[in-house]
């Protein structure tokens, strides 16, 4: 069984993957302040900590935004999952294990 680190670093390297896959549907900026985000959470070693905090707080932003205006066709569904969820899937299993915060 993989232990918690491999699995939190195999979520970065997936949220890197979508992000490079969408540089024609994310800025500069954009791009800047997801993978900030994902390496923040994965560094996190509990959800107390503030930096993790602040970049849960800085993708839920990026991504509500984009969903409800560029990205509204690409959030998906359950079922065949978009560009949107599947980033906020990985995104998420980034965090600590006991405190995997689903954005």
Not at 19 to 44: D, F, R
Not at 52 to 64: G, H, K, N, P
Request: hydrophobic share 40%; net charge negative.
């Amino acid at each position: 069984m993989e232990d918690n680190h491999t699995i939190r670093l195999e979520a970065y390297k997936e949220v890197k993957h979508i992000v490079e896959k969408s540089t024609s549907k994310l800025n500069e900026a954009e791009m800047k302040t997801i993978l900030w985000a994902a390496e923040g959470t994965l560094l996190a070693a509990s959800t107390d900590d503030p930096d993790f905090v602040e970049s849960q707080q800085a993708f839920t932003t990026l991504m509500d935004d984009l969903e409800s205006h560029r990205w509204a066709e690409m959030v998906g569904t359950e079922e065949n999952p978009g560009t949107g969820m599947k980033l906020r899937r990985a995104f998420a299993a980034c965090a600590p294990a006991a405190d995997v915060v689903a954005s």
